[in-house]
Each structure stands twice: as structure tokens, then as C-alpha cells.
């Protein structure tokens, strides 16, 4: 045999996969190994002579090849970057890196196996009964208890290329390929329905491709029919992951070009779930020596392949499976020296080993028999994950020796091949047709009159375990008699014991391992597998990676129209919630004062607007805010607060009325979505039989605000239609007209910075153009733009709170010095009785103007008012205010300080007390707002 | 079986056991549920166990069934991500959840039982301003309380978890972190199994598939329980049913200001470790923490319903782990192994219930929503001296039922919504 090809390739199989003209280079811990196209890690590793392939999970045992499949839990490496890759499915790449993960500091030598040694006294949860005592040493236990765990390492850089998420809407989705699943893919589609094949391994066929000549043909003449029918799409190297409520189904699609695997979102009518089963293992001495096999492992090695995995075997097993793989190791040279069938009576002791491998087998007759390799064929596992996941419990029966779906399927979901039962290739393939016509038939008219055949499972040997101990959980190395001793101690049931000694919780997710587990601890308790009953299979069926689920992000970051504006004029941006937008455009004391003396305009966009429209919009207004709203004259806007019902602050703005039945709401910015959320959710469950539409406007304004003693000069110079004089566009009052030429611009005289000020909203396709043209002829005014932080410190001079800054999730509406806006004598309202409660009680934290004795002093927001160890208050806001040239702030302080002139002690950060002075007015600036009114 | 005689666990104890292969004690007995007790406690969580472990340590009180209608810690208790931490916002959260704190540091002692305490540390990221606000108020409330807590920029966060992207042409970029060396996280099962065979070797009773189908009371007391295995009489029934309080609760016509909505939570395949620390983001709504099996362990927010049912979603994964891929995008090649889902009972400023309700001898322990484990040993101790003296200990005085009543709520809304 050539090297190219590995020692152990044999002649040219029927069924078999591989390219022999192609050959691939590869890595194995540092040393060059040489493998055909179409092979997986562990077939070439297989032809090259290499056994042992990896470490166990907690005793570092040797470990080789087991069940050979996907969901092999010895078969896992690290490739290149990527752990835990599953060697017995991926296939060879040129230049792969494949390496043995956790082993230190090699595979051959790893010190972890002295735990071997110890496995007597580390038997399962041991670390619940250890190290206990020095408490302080128990950090350092647990650092090595860290290092003989954990699987493959992920790198510390490296970024995560989005893979985009599909959706498909098939009627059927039929989960796997082989002969139940293309029967049932083809009676679906015959029909009439639209149907979604998903096949877990390279190609359809299913156990019929490690077969004799006639199943691979009857594979073959399956698999054209499908490929060649208009409504079967078929995929391969995809798995169904997870089937959720209304057949709601994730399918991962892997070897795709660039990124692993991508997520397929499927809404399909119904889903035949139809995976096949899984060989389970067999629990007894030595099961898990290098040279023990499952007898599909070796299938699929000799027939896929053409590998031979061992010299001299010995077979055991309890069915026809067994008897196939002599057959295919005869075929391919291997020499099999004894077939030990159960069903006759033979009997399997134990393995043993040298030198860490397979060496032989002691049978029950009490002869030896010395072999490298050992195939076992104990029975079947029916994956029933996905029935699971749609709500069915699986039962067991008793004859086939296995679970098998439960009855009252969900009425979408079917079931069929093996999964059901057993039974010839033409009976598999008639169930198959029976239940894919039934799929199609719930799929397209509802009404499901095809009537499956009878099938369910053949009589089968009960092997689970034999007379030995021996592992049950490959992936987290749990032996039979750790599960007894567990038991026994009272971790009796199968919750129990599964999370006290980790059986079934491992990469394997318990398709290997429970059956095993529950009949170990059903002999434990002396109670019947069907008393022990089954843990619950949660999604997903295999793992998946977190860049498929993750795709894409489409959260987007928002911008205002006039961003690029901004960012070529010097803006500084920072985020605010979804937007970004400028904090500054290099000195925010700069911008103050020139907004102060002359004008300046900020870019409010992001404020969140909706438009009201409907009969009973003033209801609306009445219900979610504290204040009245039932005589706002058209033309006139109001400021309002919204509390939860808790009583508790949770959004401000202005709203006015446009004309009879529209009214035009804004919110704060980081509260729009929220509010909008709260209005539905009021109008669609609390009041569905109020007229109010409700559109979200936000981003289709553009919104500016002009402030400073010259924002109307400015403004006059753009608008002809509207008159902007105090005496026809007074304070707290709305036009709509055109400004620069730009219809449809809605114009507000409110002012959040204390000056005269018009808040202008114009269409979001016109909004650069509108700020340019604004900061074109604001140029004789000395016009600035100003940002968020200037905004701050100017509504911190005017002593406007700032809901989330200044209220907290406690701060109730008298708490927040808006008494005045509260009007208790309005019908119900959100927040109503407990606002009532608070203004009798006088409960709760009041906001405050605070100036720090020091003027220079400005503490940090956040810092604590204590007195006598008890906190009394904090700082909610605090700026140095260019304007009074002096630091300024507002506090929440309970009631008995909210005193104007009592000094408060104010605890910095860093420990340092300073004293503030708490003041009469929320405002420093202006608290008769004569600049608003001017 | 009368009394479980208790067989201390130690190194030498395994390892002498090794020797011989003589088998471990049972580590709780299975016993008849007898007609009456001086206490009985539903709900085999975490809350009850260690409610009926102080009951008998710390008062004497032994006549005491713990009865669950599955098996010990089935409920929030085996499916929670068991992250423990004291940096609350209210100084009644923080210095219950200290105390907390406290009893698990010296949990494995007092137990005889490794719970695998990890104070790891517990980092919250803040995205925006307003979010490093907020920290910045939490670090100042639990620095006054004596808490270990405070405000770190991006290139400390840099430095304890190397694999986060602090860089600042992210979507959600890291402006800093509250962290709080003390939090870290610890194996539930084994503080559930812990507080019962500790209960259980004082004379405490654990009865698992016992379900209370009804509750009986007479002249405005309570008189006892009734459950699938016949009726029970006690003076005291106290409710440690987390996420079916508000059933319990009625069975005894008791109105609770809860609302149930699942939790979700997800784990990975096992990787080498290379994250020390709990990571959680508020607006990301996901945390993270890497097991000693090193698994990484995922949460997030509750779902936005209300429901009685633990199925998970898709969306939940999906949303995760692009959120988490923000945050590590290095980790995209890791596996999601295993989602689940549990049940929170949330009230309306995200704080416990515990104490008297209108019915005389039933006691509630409810109300923990997605932060309750961290509390169980504080609330366990509190509620036992509560049941054995008829008085409320000071400690959680500020969460009785009454309080939404009489309008002191004790909001932990900025501090409970994802953090747990
Ligand atoms: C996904 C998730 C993550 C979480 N993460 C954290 C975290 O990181 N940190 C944290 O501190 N908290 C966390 N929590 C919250 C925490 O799990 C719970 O608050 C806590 O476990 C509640 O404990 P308990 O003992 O009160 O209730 P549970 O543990 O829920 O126990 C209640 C018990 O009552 C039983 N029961 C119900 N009805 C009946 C009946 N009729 N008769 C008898 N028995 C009954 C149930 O079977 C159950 O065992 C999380 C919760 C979830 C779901």
C-alpha cells in the first residue's frame, strides 16, 4: 500500500467515498500525514495506523475511534483555530492543522492520565467532597481542576465573519436522508408539495451507503429520483438543529466557502422527523480501549473508506449489524477470528489492553481471545430530539430494547424510518411514502386520510451493560460504577443523577449515553426502565456555532440627516442609545455662551415624534400623562410627564395640537421606543375601541432647535408665511410653514436651554439643506452649532431635569418638583393612585438645586450625601456653569433636606466631603424664564 | 430510618472510601410523609432547603418536610447561572445580598459540601453615558455600604478579560464597567444538595414528587396542606415556590403582586478557560461566565411575556450570541451546546416578599425573579428566624408584602434587570 494512501487503505470498496487519485497533506500533532479526498480526520487517521486519537475528558484515558459518526465524543480536535472540531465528519483540507486537544504535554505522555491511576478515589461529583477545608486553598484546587478540564482553545483575536441567515418556506421538511426520509421526500413531493430534504452527512442514503450491492443501488435509484424531482430541495452537510413552537425549525448548513455554517430559518406546514438511529455502546471493562468499536464505526471505516481499523477482530453483538461488519472486515482482509453473537447465547467479560491499546477480550465462557480490535453491536438509540421539541415524551419499549416516540404526536409532525421501527428495505421505504403523504396532505388541505403502515421496532436484546463496570458517558468519562455509587447515595433519579455525575450533559447531549444511563440506574433502584423513565433532549439537536446563530448584525446606528454636516465641521460624537450625534464641536463653554448672547442651533433628531390622529387622542393624552390635555387649543403645545403605574417618572416632552384630530407627540430620545411600546400596548389591550392611530415620525423629521436672544431674527429671515412675533407666535405655541422654501416644517416656541427658542421639524430629506441655510445666515449673528454637552449645562443652568439622569426607577412625580403639573383631580390616569398616595405621605426623595459651597468644587454625578453612615441623597447632575461661572447641580435628597440654605455634606468619589448648599429653585438661570416668554 | 447519621466528606474520607470501596452514606433519606409537622416548606429550591437548614441549625426546629412536586433544586435553583454579587442600588438590596454573600463564602464548611464558590469578580459594561451613570451611582451607594465596587475603564477591562473587544469602532463600544471584585458565580446543584443533606442530617425531611394540590386553613390560620401523597397539618407553611408563588399564594387566597415570565439560558461546549470573570452588558442584554468545566454560560433577559412555560426559543440563541460576538468576537467558532429555560417571578421594583401575609402561618419567601440564588442563604437564615420567633428580622424588613400597600417599594429595576 502506498504512504500517499495510509498503510491501512485496502482495495477499492463498492460504496466507497474517497478519490484515490487525490491525495491531501495534513497535520497531526506536529507530525505530516498523507490522506485521499473524501476522507474525514479520522479515516486517514485510521489508514495511517494511528489508534489513539485522543485524551478522555477527566482520566485522560487513550481513546480511539468509537461510534465513528458526527457525534463521536473521542473524535474531537482542534483544526487550525477552531476546537472541537468533530473528526469522525470533517473532511481532510490540504494544509489542515489537526491537533489533540487538552492533552499536556502530549498525546503519547499526558500527565493528566495519573488521574487514571486515581480514578478509584475521583470517582463522580468527588470534588463536591473535597477541598473543602482550608477554605483558602480551594481557589488554588480549582485552577487545577480548570486544567484537566475543557475541550479546544479558541483564539484571542480574530473577528467573526457574519454568515447571513436564510428563510425558507417549504410544506414538508423531512430531517434526514436515508431511506424513510427520501421515500417520505418523494410521496410529499409527488403530491404536490414543496418539500426541504436536510441530510446530516455528505450524501443521501443513510445506512444504506455502507451497505451490500443492493441497498447502495436501491440508494442510488433513491437518490436520483430526488435529485431529479422539481420539488424536492435537497441539502447536505446540514443538520435540523431545533424544531420550536409552530414548527418554527433552525437548520445549519456547514462547509460553506468563508464562514462555517449559516442559519437557515425554515416555517414549514409540517416536519417528518426521520434521523435514523444511533448504535449505542455497550457498557463493560475496557469499552473504552483504542480498538473498540461500534460496528457502524467500522461500516463505515471499511466501507466508506476502504480503511481497515484493526489486524484481528473479534465481534460481539446482538444483531444483524454485527454479523455486516464481519462481513465487511473479512471483505477487506482483516482477519476475524471470532464472532460472539448474543442471541446465541455468547457473552463479553471484559477488554484488556497493552500499552494502552486494545490487546484482547475475555468472553463468558471464560476464553481469551486476543484481538485489536473489538466491534460491538449492543443495539439502537432512536434520536427522538425533535419529537421532543414538539412537546412529545418518548416511551420505552420493552421488546426493541429502546425508546421509541411517545404517542399523540403534534398534529405537523410525523415520524418515520427508524426512529418508528424496524423492518426491510421495502417496508422502511413504504412507511417512508405513507407518512411523507400524510405530511403533504396536513401541509396543503389539513385533513390526513393516508394511512401508514404498521411498523415499530423488532424484538431486540436488553444490552446495555454486562457483568463488568465500564464507561457510560464518553464525553465526561462516567463509569457505570460511578452511577451506581451515585445512586446509592441517593441521586436516585434521572435528573439527580444526571446533573450530580454530568452523564448526558456533555458534547454528546445524551445520543450515545442515556439509554446506557437509565438502565444502569434502573437496576440501581431495582425498578424497570420505564419506571426510571428518560431525560428531557433540549434543543439543539447538535451544537452549533455562536457566528451561525449570531449572522449578521442589523442593528443599525442612527444618524441624523445633518451627520455629515457635523463630522465635517469638527463634531465630536457620542452615543445616544441607537444615535449617534455630535457631543461637542471642540468647546462646549464656547457654545453656551454664544447661544446665550447671540444664537446657536443643535441637531435634535433624534427626539422621538409621532403623529396622533383620531377621535380620541386627548383620552390617549389624559391617560398616559399626569397633567389635563382636554383644553389644548389647536395651534398650542403643552409639556407633559408620563408615569409608569408605579407612579414612577418615565418620559417627558411636548406635544401639541395641529389641527382637530391630529396632535404631533415628542418624547425624550433614549424614550421613544419605549413609549411608543407603552401607547400600543395601553391602545391595543387596555382601550382597543379608541380612535388613535399612532405613526412613529421620528427619523422622518429632521429637528433643530434655534436658541439664543437673536433664534427669531434668524428664523424671520427664512419664514414669509408665518408670523413670528411675540404677539402672534407667543411662548408654548405651534406653526406649521415654510422655512427656506421647504413646505410642511412644523415650528415649536419651547425651549429645553432657557432662551428664546423655536424647535423646528422639517422634513428629513430637507434637513442639511435647512441647517446649512441656517448656519449660512445665522454667520452675521455670530451663529454656533452647539452639541449635546452644551444643551446639558444650559438645561442644567435652567434647572430642567432629565428623566433617567435626575429620576431613578423609584422616582415617583412629587419627587421630581412637578407638583404643579400633577393633577390628581383628573379622572384615572397611569400612576394615578400611587402619585395620590405619595402627595399624602410626602414619601420619597425631592429633586433639588444644589451649588457646592466651593464654586470651583464640581462633584462627580453620582456622589453619595451621607450623614450619620445612612445615604440621604446624591447628586444627580453637576456641571461647572460658564454662564454663572460657578459649578452647579441638581440632587435627589430626602425630604427633611429639601430645605432651601441646609447645607449638605457631599461625598466624593474618591472619599472627600464637600458641602453644598441646597437652593430655592431648581433653576440658576433665569427662574422666571423671562428669556422663554421674550 | 430515623436520623441520617452524618458522614463527614473529606480528602481522606475519599480517599480511605477508595481504598476500601465502601460505599458513601445516602446524602438525604427518602422517609413516609408523616401527618403532621411543626413547619412545612414548599419548594425543594434553593430557598426552601436552606430556609428548613437554619430552621433546625440555628433555632432547633427539626420537625420540618421540605415537599417539591419534582426533585431537589428542579426549579429556578438547577437551571439558574448562579451568579452571586451584593452591588445593588437600594442599601436595604445591598446590605441583604452582603450578607448573602457572606454565608456562601464559608457555604462549604458550614455545609461539609464544596459549592465551588468562585468570587471570580463581576463586571457590568456600560455602552453609553447614561449607563456608566448609572454604574458610577452603584459604585457610590455600595462604596458608602462598605461594598467592594468601583467604576474601570477599557483598558482595565482589557486586562481582566483580554478577549473583549474595548475598541472603539465597535457598534456597542465600552465606554467602562462597574466591577466588583467579591461576585463570581458557584455550582447550584451542589448548594441545593448541600443545604438538603445538611437539613437533612438534623432531622429535616425532604419529600421530592410531593406536590401541594391544595392548602387548608381555618379562621383566618393556616392548618396544613394538601398534596399528592394525603394531607399534612402544620402551623406554618411557608411559600418557596419562586416561579409558582402566585399559585401556592392562592391556594390560600393570598394575593401576590407577581407576574411569571421565563428566563432562557444557554451553555457552550467546553473550551480551554480564558475568561475569569462574570461579564454582563445591560444593553446587550447578555452576561457570560466560563465554568470550571470550561463551558461558557449565557443569560439574558427575561422573555417579555408572561408564561408557565419553559420552552426556549430560537430567537433567544440568536440574539445572544450576536450579542456576545459583539462583546468576544474572537469566540465565534464555539458551540452553543445546550439552551434552556425557567421560570421568574417578577414584582413590580424587581425586590423579594418575604414575611407574614393576611393568612396567619403562611409565610411567603417569593418574589425573586432573576436574582434569587445569589439571596438563598441570607433569605434562609432571615425566614427561619422569622417562622421559629413571629418576628421580622431587621435585615429584610424593607420587603414585606406590605410595602405595596403602603407604597415603600425597594426599586432594583437599574440594578436586577440583567444582571440576576
Ligand atoms: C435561566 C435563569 C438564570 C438565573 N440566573 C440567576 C443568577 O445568575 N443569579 C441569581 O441569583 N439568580 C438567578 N436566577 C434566579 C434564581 O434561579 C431563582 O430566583 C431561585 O433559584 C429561586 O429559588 P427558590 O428556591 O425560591 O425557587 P425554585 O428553585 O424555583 O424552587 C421552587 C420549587 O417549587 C416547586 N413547586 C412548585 N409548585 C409546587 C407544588 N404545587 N407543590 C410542591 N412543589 C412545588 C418546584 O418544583 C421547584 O422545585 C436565574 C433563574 C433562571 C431561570
Redesign the interface.
Known amino acids: 500500500m502506498s504512504g500517499a494512501q495510509g498503510s491501512s487503505r485496502g482495495a477499492q470498496r463498492l460504496g466507497e467515498v474517497v478519490d484515490r487519485n487525490r491525495t491531501i497533506t495534513f497535520t497531526f500533532n506536529g507530525k505530516k500525514y498523507k490522506g485521499l479526498e473524501g476522507d474525514t480526520i479520522i479515516s486517514a487517521l485510521t489508514a495511517n495506523g494511528v489508534k489513539i486519537v485522543s485524551r478522555s475528558w477527566k482520566y485522560h484515558r487513550r481513546r480511539g475511534v468509537m461510534s465513528g459518526n458526527y457525534h463521536d465524543p473521542n473524535c474531537h480536535f482542534q483544526v487550525n483555530d477552531e476546537p472541537n472540531v468533530r473528526g469522525a465528519h470533517r473532511r481532510l483540507e490540504e494544509g489542515m492543522v489537526v491537533s489533540t486537544q487538552n492533552v499536556s504535554p502530549s498525546l503519547k505522555f499526558d500527565i493528566g492520565a495519573v488521574n487514571q491511576k486515581l480514578s478509584r478515589f475521583l470517582t463522580a461529583g468527588f470534588y463536591y467532597k473535597t477541598f473543602i477545608k482550608p477554605e483558602r486553598l480551594w481557589p488554588t484546587y480549582e485552577k487545577v481542576l480548570q486544567r484537566f478540564a475543557g475541550g479546544g482553545k479558541v483564539a484571542a483575536t480574530g473577528h467573526h465573519v457574519p454568515a447571513d441567515k436564510r428563510y425558507a418556506h417549504p410544506d414538508v421538511l423531512v430531517a434526514g436522508g436515508g431511506p424513510s426520509g427520501m421515500s417520505a421526500a418523494l410521496s410529499a413531493a409527488d403530491a404536490g408539495s414543496n418539500v426541504l430534504l436536510v441530510e446530516e452527512e455528505y450524501e443521501l442514503g443513510g445506512f444504506l451507503r455502507w451497505g451490500t450491492a443492493d441497498e447502495l443501488a436501491v440508494a442510488q435509484s433513491l437518490r436520483e429520483k430526488v435529485a431529479a424531482h422539481p420539488k424536492i430541495t435537497t441539502l447536505t452537510n446540514a443538520v435540523v438543529a431545533g424544531r420550536y413552537d409552530q414548527n418554527w425549525v433552525s437548520v445549519i448548513e456547514r462547509g460553506l466557502p468563508v464562514v462555517m455554517e449559516s442559519l437557515i430559518k425554515v416555517r414549514t406546514a409540517t416536519l417528518v422527523a426521520a434521523p435514523g438511529l444511533i448504535e449505542r455502546p455497550y457498557v463493560f471493562e475496557g469499552n473504552d480501549l483504542p480498538g473498540v468499536m461500534l460496528s457502524t464505526a467500522v461500516l463505515r471505516l471499511v466501507n466508506l473508506y476502504a480503511v481497515k481499523p484493526g489486524e484481528r477482530a473479534v465481534v460481539f453483538t446482538g444483531n444483524d449489524s454485527g454479523i455486516a461488519a464481519a462481513e465487511a472486515l473479512r471483505g477487506i482482509g482483516v482477519d476475524v477470528v471470532q464472532v460472539v453473537d448474543a442471541r446465541h447465547g455468547g457473552g463479553l467479560v471484559r477488554a484488556t489492553s497493552s500499552r494502552g491499546v486494545l490487546s484482547g477480550v475475555e468472553l463468558s465462557d471464560g476464553s481469551k481471545v486476543l484481538c485489536d480490535l473489538l466491534v460491538v453491536a449492543a443495539g439502537w438509540t432512536a434520536p427522538t430530539t425533535l419529537l421532543n421539541l414538539s412537546g412529545n415524551h418518548p416511551v420505552f419499549d420493552e421488546a426493541g430494547a429502546r425508546f421509541v416516540p411517545g404517542p399523540d404526536l403534534d398534529d405537523t409532525v410525523f415520524a418515520t424510518g427508524g426512529l418508528v421501527g424496524d423492518g426491510t428495505i421495502d417496508e422502511i421505504l413504504a412507511h417512508g411514502a405513507a407518512v411523507g403523504r400524510q405530511a403533504s396532505e396536513r401541509a396543503t388541505n389539513g385533513s390526513v386520510t393516508t394511512v401508514a403502515p404498521a411498523f415499530s421496532p423488532d424484538p431486540h436484546l436488553p444490552l446495555f451493560f454486562g457483568t463488568t463496570k465500564g464507561i457510560v458517558d464518553f464525553s465526561e468519562d462516567v463509569s457505570s460504577k460511578d452511577l451506581l455509587t451515585a445512586a446509592h447515595e441517593g441521586y436516585n433519579s434521572v435528573e439527580l443523577l444526571k446533573r450530580y455525575t454530568t452523564a448526558t450533559m456533555g458534547p454528546a447531549q445524551g445520543k450515545l449515553e442515556t439509554i446506557n444511563t437509565v438502565a444502569v440506574l434502573a437496576s440501581a433502584n431495582g425498578e424497570s426502565i420505564e419506571e426510571t423513565g428518560t431525560t428531557v433532549w433540549r434543543p439543539p439537536y447538535v451544537p452549533i456555532t455562536l457566528g451561525a446563530l449570531a449572522g449578521r448584525s442589523y442593528e443599525p446606528v442612527r444618524y441624523s440627516p445633518m451627520q455629515a454636516w457635523h463630522e465635517s465641521h469638527g463634531g465630536i460624537n457620542i452615543v445616544a442609545g441607537q444615535w449617534m450625534r455630535p457631543e461637542h464641536y471642540g468647546d462646549a463653554a464656547k457654545e453656551v455662551s454664544t447661544v446665550r448672547s447671540g444664537v446657536g442651533i443643535i441637531d435634535v433628531t433624534p427626539l422621538g415624534k409621532f403623529e396622533l390622529k383620531g377621535t380620541d387622542v386627548t383620552k390617549l393624552l389624559n391617560l398616559v400623562y399626569v397633567n389635563k390635555w382636554s383644553k389644548l387649543e389647536v395651534g398650542a403645545v403643552r409639556y407633559g410627564v408620563m408615569c409608569g403605574e408605579d407612579g414612577v417618572i418615565f418620559d417627558d416632552g411636548v406635544t401639541g395640537h395641529l389641527s382637530e384630530d391630529r396632535y404631533f407627540m415628542s418624547t425624550t430620545s433614549s424614550g421613544a421606543a419605549g413609549v411608543y411600546a407603552h401607547l400600543e400596548s395601553w391602545l391595543q389591550t387596555g382601550f382597543p375601541e379608541w380612535d388613535v392611530t399612532i405613526t412613529n415620525v421620528t427619523s422622518a423629521y429632521a429637528s433643530i432647535n434655534i436658541a439664543g436672544p437673536q433664534s427669531r431674527e434668524l428664523l424671520s429671515k427664512l419664514v414669509s408665511d408665518v408670523d413670528l412675533s411675540n404677539e402672534a407666535f407667543p411662548y408654548m405655541n405651534l406653526r406649521t410653514g415654510t422655512i427656506a422654501g421647504v413646505p410642511g416644517c412644523h415650528m415649536w416656541r419651547i425651549g429645553f436651554t432657557g432662551e428664546l427658542s423655536f424647535e423646528i421639524h422639517v422634513p428629513a430629506g430637507f434637513g442639511a439643506y435647512v441647517w446649512e441655510t441656517l448656519m449660512e445666515h445665522g454667520a452675521d449673528f455670530g451663529i454656533t452649532p452647539f452639541g449635546l454637552e452644551a444643551q446639558r449645562i444650559m438645561r442644567l443652568e435652567k434647572g430642567h431635569f432629565i428623566v433617567g439622569q435626575d429620576t431613578d426607577g423609584v422616582t415617583q412625580g412629587f419627587s421630581a418638583g412637578i407638583d404643579w403639573l400633577i393633577k390628581l383631580d383628573k379622572d384615572d390616569f397611569i400612576g394615578k393612585p400611587e402619585l395620590q398616595w405619595q402627595h399624602d405621605s410626602g414619601a420619597g426623595f425631592r429633586l433639588v438645586g444644589i451649588h457646592p459651597n466651593d464654586p470651583k468644587q464640581v462633584p462627580t454625578e453620582a456622589s453619595q450625601i451621607v450623614i450619620d453612615g445612612i445615604i440621604q441623597g446624591r447628586i444627580t447632575s453637576s456641571r461647572f456653569s460658564p454662564t454663572l461661572n460657578r459649578s452647579i447641580c441638581l440632587g435627589l435628597v430626602v425630604p427633611a433636606l429639601a430645605v432651601a440654605g441646609t447645607v449638605v455634606p457631599i461625598r466624593l468619589p474618591n472619599g472627600t466631603i464637600i458641602q453644598g448648599t441646597v437652593m430655592e429653585h431648581h433653576a440658576s438661570y433665569d427662574h422666571e424664564g423671562a428669556k422663554l416668554r421674550g | 430510618m430515623s436520623r441520617n447519621k452524618p458522614v463527614k466528606?473529606?480528602?481522606l474520607?475519599?480517599?480511605k472510601r477508595?481504598?476500601s470501596?465502601k460505599?458513601?452514606?445516602?446524602?438525604?433519606?427518602?422517609v413516609d410523609l408523616k401527618k403532621t409537622y411543626d413547619v412545612v416548606i414548599i419548594g425543594a429550591g434553593v430557598h426552601g432547603l436552606s430556609t428548613a437548614y437554619y430552621l433546625a441549625k440555628n433555632h432547633g426546629v427539626k420537625n420540618v418536610a421540605v415537599v417539591d412536586r419534582?426533585?431537589?433544586?428542579?426549579g429556578g435553583s438547577?437551571r439558574n447561572t448562579a451568579i452571586l454579587r451584593s452591588n445593588y442600588?437600594t442599601?436595604e438590596g445591598v446590605r441583604f445580598y452582603d450578607r448573602s454573600v457572606d454565608l456562601y463564602?464559608?457555604l462549604?464548611?458550614d455545609l461539609?459540601?464544596?459549592v465551588?464558590?468562585?468570587p471570580r469578580g463581576h463586571l457590568t459594561l456600560a455602552?453609553?453615558?447614561?449607563a456608566l451613570?448609572t454604574m458610577?451611582?452603584r459604585?457610590?451607594?455600595n462604596?458608602?455600604q462598605g461594598i467592594d465596587s468601583e467604576v474601570i475603564g477599557p483598558e482595565e477591562i482589557k486586562k481582566l478579560v483580554?478577549?473583549m473587544d474595548v475598541s472603539d469602532d465597535t457598534?456597542?463600544?465600552i465606554?467602562g464597567a462597574l466591577y466588583h471584585p467579591p461576585g463570581g458565580i458557584i455550582?447550584h446543584?451542589?448548594v441545593n444538595?448541600?443545604y438538603a443533606r445538611a437539613a437533612d442530617a438534623m432531622g429535616v425531611e425532604i419529600h421530592?414528587k410531593t406536590e401541594v394540590l391544595g392548602i387548608n386553613t381555618a379562621g383566618g390560620k393556616v392548618t396544613g396542606v394538601r398534596t399528592n401523597r394525603g394531607d399534612v397539618s402544620a402551623p406554618i407553611v411557608i411559600n418557596c415556590t419562586a416561579g409558582w408563588a402566585t399559585l401556592i399564594a392562592d391556594m390560600a387566597g393570598v394575593k401576590l403582586p407577581i407576574i411569571t415570565h421565563p428566563l432562557q439560558a444557554a451553555v457552550?461546549?467546553?473550551?480551554?478557560?480564558?475568561l475569569s470573570s462574570v461579564v454582563v452588558s445591560g444593553s446587550l442584554h447578555v452576561y457570560v461566565s466560563q465554568t470550571?468545566?470550561?463551558e461558557l454560560v449565557f443569560g439574558a433577559s427575561t422573555d417579555p411575556y408572561a408564561a408557565y412555560s419553559m420552552?426556549?426559543?430560537?430567537e433567544f440563541?440568536?440574539e445572544?450570541?450576536?450579542h456576545?460576538?459583539?462583546l468576544m468576537?474572537?469566540?465565534?467558532?464555539?458551540?452553543?451546546?445546550?439552551?434552556?429555560s425557567g421560570l421568574c417571578d417578577i414584582t413590580?421594583?424587581?425586590s423579594p416578599i418575604m414575611g407574614f401575609t393576611e393568612v396567619e402561618g403562611f409565610l411567603v419567601d417569593v418574589g425573586w425573579g432573576t436574582y434569587g440564588f445569589k439571596a438563598g442563604p441570607a433569605s434562609g437564615e432571615a425566614m427561619a428566624q422569622l417562622a421559629a420567633t413571629n418576628k421580622t428580622p431587621e435585615i429584610i424588613s424593607a420587603f414585606d408584602l406590605a410595602r405595596f400597600e403602603e407604597?415603600?417599594?425597594a426599586?432594583?429595576?437599574?440594578a436586577a434587570a440583567v444582571g440576576h
Open positions: 466528606y473529606s480528602a474520607g475519599l480517599f477508595g481504598l470501596g460505599e458513601w452514606p445516602r446524602v438525604w433519606r427518602d419534582a426533585y431537589v433544586g428542579g438547577g442600588l442599601p463564602r464559608h462549604a464548611a461539609n459540601f464544596n465551588m464558590f468562585a455602552h453609553n453615558d447614561g451613570r458610577r451611582w459604585a457610590e451607594v462604596k458608602v483580554p478577549y457598534r456597542y463600544p465606554l455550582r446543584d451542589a444538595w448541600g421530592q457552550t461546549e467546553p473550551v480551554q478557560m480564558f470550571d468545566r470550561g420552552r426556549s426559543s430560537l440563541t440568536e445572544l450570541a450576536g456576545v460576538l459583539e468576537p474572537s469566540i465565534s467558532k464555539m458551540r452553543v451546546l445546550r439552551q434552556w413590580p421594583d424587581f407604597g415603600r417599594l426599586s432594583e429595576r437599574g
